[in-house]
């Protein structure tokens, strides 16, 4: 039998508490009436609904449907999730993980920024939530009640550390939890996003479905990013032969034997001598393996255009 009170913070004021891994396990969290409170949910769950909250640091593990922020103030967050919500809230700060197009009603002050964090359970935790590491829309903002010459939100600024907003947990039980918030050994890739891009020049990076392809996604955003090119944003989707054609144009035929094994994984690189780079890189380390990668800095953009264009029409964005 569940006890609702396992699954549920409520009335709390000037405390530090939390879960750790295997303790949600997947249900559904309440989080309501706190106040000045450190709270932090380091495991996977259904859905989570956080009510009536005033200036609390928040961190929310994957959550394999909604999170539902309202009537909440002056509040730090890191959330990964499916869907993301707020209604009637003012200053929040979120650093977000969210597969679909985050959704911001009667709500001021908000600021978003990439989801950064790690811990070794985490990895897991996402499979467990039916979460991608590659599908983060987290800059993509709908508001649903715009104000005539007024911005409601905006971006965190791209220095911003997780740990100035939402502080690492300072109890014996929470310590357990081997965090980093290093942005370089975020479980999820750190992008750009909505963000102005610094050149004119990207390149698109397509990898199949097999045993390594998470593992040679990071690899090559590791290479990349250490070389100065910044990551603006991935994406893990179901392609059909009919995609294929539209997104990888002559080539598509070498291509599309491949997409029956699985989703692609694709990432979009920015920075002068991009398309050289990847393209070096990818001969270098990843020799034995199929990759499309744009041929040329004059088809790259029609090449990101395309992948994206096809993959938000494909997620219903």
């Known amino acids: 039998q569940i006890d609702p009170k396992d699954y549920t913070f409520s009335g709390l004021k000037d405390e530090t508490v939390g879960r750790l891994p295997g303790k949600v396990a997947g249900q559904q969290f309440v989080i309501q009436d ?69 959704i911001i009603e009667s709500s001021t002050g908000m600021k978003f920024g990439c989801f950064q964090y790690y811990y070794p359970e985490l990895a897991l935790q996402f499979k467990d939530a039916g979460l991608s590491i590659f599908n983060n829309t987290w800059s993509n903002i709908h508001d649903f009640t715009p104000v005539s010459g007024e911005n409601n939100w905006g971006l965190l600024p791209e220095t911003a550390v997780v740990q100035d907003y939402v502080p690492l947990p ?28 610094n050149s004119d020049e990207s390149c698109l990076a397509v990898f199949f479905a097999g045993d390594y392809t998470t593992a040679n996604a990071r690899k090559l955003i590791d290479e990349m990013t250490s070389k100065g090119f910044q990551l603006v944003q991935t994406k893990e989707v179901v392609m059909k032969a009919e995609d294929a054609h539209r997104v990888f144009q ?41 990759v499309f990668v744009s041929e040329s800095k004059a088809s790259a953009s029609q090449d990101v255009d395309n992948f994206y264009n096809f993959a938000d029409m494909q997620m219903g964005m």
């Open 250 to 290: 002559q080539s598509a035929s070498e291509f599309i034997p491949l997409l029956e094994k699985g989703p692609v994984v694709a990432l979009e690189f920015n920075g002068d001598g991009a398309v050289e780079q990847c393209q070096s890189t990818i001969n270098e380390v990843f020799s034995g393996t199929k």
């Open 34 to 102: 706190c106040e000045n409170c450190k709270i932090y949910i380091f495991d996977h769950s259904a859905t989570i609904t956080v009510d009536d909250c005033v200036n609390c640091q928040i961190f929310l593990g994957p959550i394999k449907g909604s999170v539902f922020f309202r009537d909440c103030k002056d509040c730090k967050c890191v959330v990964a999730c499916q869907q993301f919500r707020t209604r009637d809230c003012r200053k929040l700060e979120v650093f977000l993980c969210c597969a679909t197009q985050p």
């Open 170 to 197: 300072s109890s014996e039980e929470l310590k357990a939890v081997r965090i980093s918030t290093d942005a370089t050994k975020s479980i999820i890739p750190v992008t750009r996003g909505q963000r102005q891009k």
